[in-house]
């Protein structure tokens, strides 16, 4: 009988846990999705003008318009894309009609297509969302000053790399289009949502808790002998 009760408490806390365990996971999913959508509907929200001092807690993802004109040199972020391979991001100074300089990255280019890429030359009026990027950590390399090599966005390294306001504004567009490399625009794509896996995974579990509870229950049931 003890082993009974020890079997069937350890065998109902166990599957308790893993089952509370995934409740919760779907709890952060619903919360992960609502997060996402509004961040989303942030990001598609009317552009507005850049704010007198923009905030990386309260104005990320902030769609705005800028008119004015790139000043070189470039900065160049190692990446990669699906589909193409590998590349740069074109992070370059943007100088407004205020006056203000921010950082703007211009998207996309091939690693065999950078030669086509300038720094674009005249006014331009460009549309796209303000970002702080959070993609260093200790692992990350430090720029490569002498080969203008970068391996992520740190947007306050590239600002005092290119004299410019710690601002980044991700092109979503621009008038006159830039020639030679193609906007990356900001989306919820690259934020982590896995919780739906976790989920599975905890009742998973808990469904292999169950049967193996059952199954050492058998194995105690006593045997009647013939």
């Known amino acids: 009988m003890g082993r009974w009760v020890f079997l069937s408490i350890f065998g109902a806390g166990g599957l308790a846990i893993l089952l509370g ?23 598609r929200a009317p552009e507005v003008t ?3 001092r923009p905030d990386p807690e309260g104005d990320k993802y902030l769609p705005v318009q800028l008119r004015g004109q790139f000043s070189g040199p470039d900065i160049k972020v190692l990446v990669s894309v699906k589909q193409v391979g590998a590349g740069y991001r074109l992070i370059s100074a943007f100088v407004a009609q205020d006056g203000r300089r921010v950082l703007v990255d211009r998207g996309f280019v ?7 890429a300038p720094v674009p030359q005249g006014a331009f009026d460009i549309t796209g969302n303000l970002h702080w990027p959070q993609e260093t950590d200790s692992y990350t390399p430090a ?7 970068w391996f992520a966005r740190d947007v306050d390294q590239m600002a005092a790399a290119l004299n410019t306001l710690p ?22 794509a690259g934020i982590p949502n896995d919780h739906l896996q976790y989920a599975i ?6 469904a292999i808790w169950l049967a193996m509870t059952v199954f050492f229950w058998g194995r105690l049931r006593p045997k009647h002998q013939g």
């Open 201 to 206: 995974t905890w009742f998973s579990l808990a």
């Open 21 to 43: 365990l995934g409740v919760w996971q779907m709890q952060r999913l619903a919360w992960k999705q609502q997060i996402l959508e509004q961040i989303e509907t942030r990001i």
């Open 167 to 188: 601002v980044l504004v991700v092109l979503r567009r621009a008038d006159p289009q830039i020639p030679g490399s193609w906007p990356i625009p900001v989306d919820t």
């Open 143 to 149: 720029p490569d000053r002498a080969q203008n090599l």
């Open 110 to 116: 091939p690693s065999a297509g950078l030669a086509g």
């Open 50 to 52: 850049l704010p007198d």
